[in-house]
């Protein structure tokens, strides 16, 4: 009886298998992520275009909004160079319950899934255009930090103005979050910037 190809490879070794034929891929063998940078760019082109939805949607849309409950006043969120007690008095004076309430809600919607969204986005673009571990977890920093900043404004800003009283030590707090938040959200858009240069960089050079 003749042996099969397998048992012909496990006797002889590779002197057995025929010139010019491969060997068959195993279906269930784990893949690279690397080897299929089409469904990488896809998730990655996904990411960005949904971050960029959901900052238009809180920062441009729904933040804006607010302003017509509160006399006009700009959220603190809306702030880059950040606020004082007496910009948070007056809009604990003009906000009432459902406004403090409808601002509270934006924040578990919106202001959370926008830094969680461009986070992972971030961290994806990242890792298929950098190829160097330690300039990855580098760039990576500035994403991560956000998320964890721009979280924790949220709940900050909630609290200061649902506080019985301003606190400045509280309106100080949430001042410096919100500040940084937007430097970080910088630093991130400059990070994956430059992992798409030296990600273009690497497939242009010689043998790449």
Known sequence: MSKTP???????????VPA??????????PRNPATNPGNANLLVIAGVVASAFLFWYF????????TDLSNGLAMPDSLLGGFGVEHVAALRAAMNADALGQLEYVHKTAGTLFPLVFAFSWLVLIAVNVARKPLRWALWAAPLL???VQLWANVAVGAMLTAPAVDAGQVGLASILVVSSWILLVLSVLAGGFALYTGRKRKDAPGA
Do not use: I, S, W
Not at 59 to 66: E, G
């Open 146 to 148: 956000f998320a964890v």
């Open 20 to 29: 010019g034929r491969a060997a068959a891929a195993n279906p269930y063998a």
């Open 59 to 66: 920062h441009l849309l729904t933040l804006v909004q607010m």
């Open 6 to 16: 397998a048992q012909r490879a496990a006797k002889h070794g590779d002197k057995a």
